[in-house]
């Protein structure tokens, strides 16, 4: 019984095809059609499909040849650190909308920090399709 329990255990797994970058790709450059392609040397880590990755932007150093895992890539960042957003706040019937200055990157749907520029304290807010950000509190 041991002896079928271990043989059981050390049979090799199925390689699942991989997704590997076909070039140097930098941190927060836009993954392009072709720049990824599908390997069946490196395992599977989930990262879903080359045409899936297109418009998305890589969040680490990609090397050539070398796996992609789902934590590397993600939603091209619209808003830069240290850039001049637009704030909006509403509450109730209350609306202001001001300038703030962007304390971290944020991507559409991210909650970043922002320093208002007029009272200079730290808030923080939904980043918009547009690129301005929606304060939270």
Same mark, same amino acid.
């Given at each position: =019984? ?7 255990? =050390? ?26 392609? /599908?390997? #069946?040397? /490196?395992?599977?880590? &989930? ?21 992609? !895992? ?12 240290? $850039? ?7 509450? &109730?019937?209350? @609306?202001? $909308? ?7 990157? !944020? @991507? ?6 922002? =320093? ?7 808030? *923080? !807010?939904?980043?918009? #399709?547009? !690129? *301005? ?5």
């Amino acid at each position: =019984m041991r002896g079928l329990i271990l043989a059981c255990c =050390m049979t090799t797994p199925l390689a699942a095809e991989g997704l590997v970058p076909t070039r140097l790709i930098r941190p927060n450059e836009i993954i392009l059609e072709g720049d990824i392609a /599908v390997s #069946a040397e /490196v395992p599977d880590r &989930g990262a879903g499909t080359p045409e899936g990755l297109i418009g998305l932007e890589a969040r680490v150093l990609l090397y050539p040849g070398r796996p992609i !895992g789902p934590a590397d890539f993600g939603r091209p960042a619209l808003v830069d650190r240290n $850039q001049i957003v637009s704030l909006h706040y509403w509450a &109730g019937g209350l @609306a202001i $909308q001001t300038e703030g200055r962007a304390l971290a990157r !944020g @991507a559409e749907g991210d909650l970043i920090k922002v =320093m208002n520029l007029a009272s200079k304290s730290t808030l *923080s !807010g939904r980043v918009r #399709a547009d !690129g *301005s950000v929606d304060v939270t509190e």
